[in-house]
């Protein structure tokens, strides 16, 4: 009887749920209000959450030999370097505590937007070439929220374009620009393999001529609509590719892939144009104006839900 009660008290206890947000990057900011936000909507019947941050000098602060005595599990809700390049999660392979979404590999795999571009090409997706004729798209190749991407359509604009894009990586990359509609598509995977895509939303732009900083972080700077406006062979490959992506990759909890779908004018009947992967996000935004939350709750799932999913795949995986 009294191995029950134990048992049954151990079942009600919280999980202590440690939140991190911050880091040394560029999307600094971002991931504190996506820290934030994990920490608001969190289910305080199954949770006890804890804000804890990383400095823009890369001071955490909460040291690391402490973590483990205050938390079951860390939810990274760190955007760019040291969240999702595989930093924070190599620390906490090495102190063996349980943490949101994919591993190093996988991290540092889909931060690289060349190699990740590798993966994508060898597994069989279209994706952007490396090309020297006009537009062109020139980013930073491992950066994330679309900070110091440019389009060029003129030769004497891209030595301008690439120290822009140089102010936030010394790795910059320049590649053909697809005109079509942007889209983009979240994964869930519940830790054991078990992978659901979500409704894919459609982007427009309301600030610029793509989903720029700007577009994807000031209320009202793009419309966002899921599922997307497009034929349903187009949805279904949309979310075929994602899954894809996300496998290649080797990615876990979930993700988030932007694509580009290029439908020229005139095509033969049954021709439905071309899908190029552009990058793959492992840890997407969760912010009021982040995509996955939102095509989240098209597909039926609420935000505690969602966070329900990524810890349960976190603990699953471990």
């Known amino acids: 009887m009294l191995f029950r009660k134990n048992h049954r008290f151990k079942d009600m206890k919280k999980l202590r749920v440690l939140i991190l947000g911050g880091g040394p990057s560029s999307e600094h900011e971002i991931s504190l209000k996506t820290a934030k936000m994990v920490h608001k909507h969190l289910d305080r019947k199954k949770y006890q959450p804890m804000l804890a941050s990383i400095s823009r000098k890369g001071r955490w602060e909460l040291p690391i030999s ?46 690289d937007k060349i190699r990740s571009r590798q993966i994508f090409k060898s597994a069989g997706m279209a994706v952007p070439k490396f090309i020297d004729s006009f537009p062109v798209v020139v ?54 393999n078990n992978l659901t895509p979500l409704l894919p939303t459609e982007i427009v732009p309301k600030m610029g001529e793509f989903f720029d900083y700007a577009s994807k972080y000031t209320e009202s700077g793009s419309e966002e609509i ?87 795949s976190a603990l699953r995986k471990n």
């Open 139 to 192: 980013k930073p190749s491992d950066r994330g929220s679309s900070v110091g991407v440019s389009i060029v359509k003129k030769r004497e604009d891209l030595n301008a374009a690439i120290k822009n894009a140089k102010k936030y990586s010394k790795n910059v990359m320049v590649e053909e620009f697809v005109h079509g509609a942007e889209l983009t598509c979240g994964v869930l995977d519940d830790g054991k």
């Open 226 to 312: 899921t599922p997307a406006r497009v034929p349903p062979e187009i949805l279904k490959e949309c979310q075929d590719i994602a899954l894809r992506a996300h496998i290649a990759v080797g990615c876990s909890g979930f993700s988030r892939t932007d694509m580009i779908w290029s439908k020229l004018d005139g095509l033969p009947r049954g021709k439905t144009g071309k899908i190029y992967v552009l990058e793959i996000n492992t840890i997407p935004g969760l912010t009021r104006q982040s995509l996955l939350p939102k095509a989240a709750a098209a597909s039926g799932i609420s935000f505690p839900k969602l966070l329900d999913h990524i810890i349960k």
């Open 66 to 111: 402490k973590i483990k005595s205050v938390a079951d599990v860390v939810f990274i809700a760190m955007h760019g370097e040291f969240g999702e390049d595989g930093t924070v999660q190599k620390i906490l392979d090495d102190i063996k505590l349980p943490y949101t979404g994919s591993g190093f590999r996988a991290s540092a795999l889909g931060m």
